[in-house]
């Protein structure tokens, strides 16, 4: 849960100014989760006090530590099924909010960067709506290449459809495949971090 809470902050920096209630409310965490989480950040350099209202540090670095922990403490938590689809040829022109999912992992990757072609597919939802089982004819396969995970955010991406940009990147990180990190380094450059901007 304090991971739900880091990654609330990290998608909205401008968050951290806000009551713990309303932090605990927008990560879907315990309203304690929020005290501890923030009495830790400034300890560890990434939250400071000016002129009396937090504000979030180094939010680059918090990104990289968040991305190492979420696919080891809370990915595997998070996920409702794997599935095997003969062909990932929709990924690009599914509306996953026709199923109340938004596309993570290289779908996200690839509608965000237009350089990867998935090899895998990534689904974050409430529940699996049994349409978007039928209608891209996903068979239960503990080794497929479609997984489904729970939405742990309760607030909209970056992009329709798409799971919130830093989910994305580090989906992708996980993958631990040289294309997905090429593909993540690019979202972070470009419309994580830019230095142009």
């Known amino acids: 849960s304090g991971l739900q809470v880091l990654f609330a902050l990290i ?9 713990y209630r309303e932090i ?4 879907n965490v315990a309203h304690g989760t929020v005290g501890w989480v923030m009495a830790e950040l400034p300890k560890l350099g990434f939250m ?26 809370l990915r595997g938590r998070l996920l409702l099924g794997r599935y095997q689809a003969e062909s ?31 090899g895998a597919a990534t689904f974050y939802t409430e529940r699996i709506d049994p349409r ?17 995970y729970k939405r742990f ?25 040289g294309r997905c990190i090429e593909t993540a380094k690019m979202i972070y450059d470009e419309h994580l971090f830019r230095t142009d901007a």
């Open 11 to 19: 998608c909205h920096p401008e968050w951290a100014e806000l009551p």
């Open 24 to 27: 605990a409310q927008r990560a």
């Open 48 to 73: 400071t006090a000016l002129r009396g209202k937090r504000r979030l540090m180094q939010r680059e670095r918090l990104l990289q530590q968040w991305a190492e922990f979420y696919p080891r403490v």
């Open 88 to 118: 990932l040829a929709w990924w690009d022109t599914i509306d996953p909010g026709r199923y109340g999912a938004v596309l993570g992992g290289e779908p996200g990757g690839g509608r965000i960067t237009h350089y990867l072609r998935p």
């Open 132 to 148: 978007l089982l039928v209608d891209l004819r996903l068979r239960t396969d503990v080794n497929g290449n479609v997984e489904i």
């Open 153 to 177: 955010w309760t607030f909209d991406g970056d992009l329709p459809g798409l799971a919130p940009t830093p989910l994305v990147y580090a989906d992708l990180m996980a993958t631990g495949d």
